[in-house]
């Protein structure tokens, strides 16, 4: 039992706030089918704690962060049979909230279950978000503790101002984040559920320094 559903059943007023709380959570449910419904190809937008959010066009800075990246770990997974890597517009549906990852990895026994028709993806193995003006909130708070609590392994937050990329991993015991570590341009960044995905910083924001990345990859292979 969590410390907060523990917290919950000391007060008297417990059946009551239940009540109250799935009354909310059946009309989320509803608003959701309806978000479902209404959305199309041509938007990004999230259904997140019973709202609606869609997102403004994102600056060149963030496109170019996600595609190089994203390029980066496709040509590393494909190349090794490791799974898929999908690049935005993938429809991630956890228990209460639907994002659309900037990047995301689904390892092999998850992409195993994957069908072509499949319309809503399970929660990622490893998640990629690109930091922006209008996500940044989301993207370190709700989305941080809601990846945790659905067992995605990895997550990344990589900031295309400030050139930098956040590493965290999912701690079993606490179902939370653990900060691996903040690095910058110089430094190389690695992924300890994918041992050998290591790149440079750089190549995540500089197409030059990116084409020498998967030169090493597909050299390495």
């Known amino acids: 039992m969590t410390e907060l559903a523990a917290q919950l059943l000391e007060s008297p007023k417990a059946p009551q ?3 109250q709380v799935q009354a909310i959570l059946n009309d989320e449910k509803a608003r959701r089918q309806a978000f479902y419904e209404w959305m199309n190809d041509d938007m990004k937008a999230e259904f997140i704690n ?6 403004s066009p994102a600056l060149h800075k963030h496109n170019a962060a996600v595609m190089l990246l994203g390029s980066l770990l496709s040509a590393f997974v494909n190349e090794r049979g490791l799974g898929i890597v999908l690049v935005e517009k993938a429809l991630v549906e956890l228990t209460r909230n639907s994002y659309e990852p900037d990047i995301c990895y689904f390892g092999v026994d998850k992409a ?5 028709d499949l319309l809503y993806y399970p929660a990622p193995d490893l998640v990629i978000e690109v930091l922006s003006k209008s996500t940044h909130k989301f993207d370190r708070e709700i989305k941080f503790e809601d990846y945790a609590a659905h067992g995605v392994n990895e997550y990344w937050l990589v900031d295309p101002t400030r050139q930098t990329i956040e590493v965290f991993t999912l701690d079993a015991d606490t179902e939370a984040y653990a900060l691996v570590g903040l690095y910058s341009i110089g430094q190389t960044v690695g992924s300890q559920l994918l ?3 290591r790149i440079p910083i750089k190549a995540a924001f500089d197409a030059t320094a990116n084409i020498a990345a998967l030169k090493a990859f597909l050299l390495e292979k």
Do not use: D, K, L, R
């Open 17 to 19: 706030i239940i009540q």
């Open 50 to 55: 019973g709202e609606i959010v869609v997102h």
């Open 112 to 116: 195993a279950t994957i069908q072509p």
């Open 195 to 197: 041992p050998g995905f």
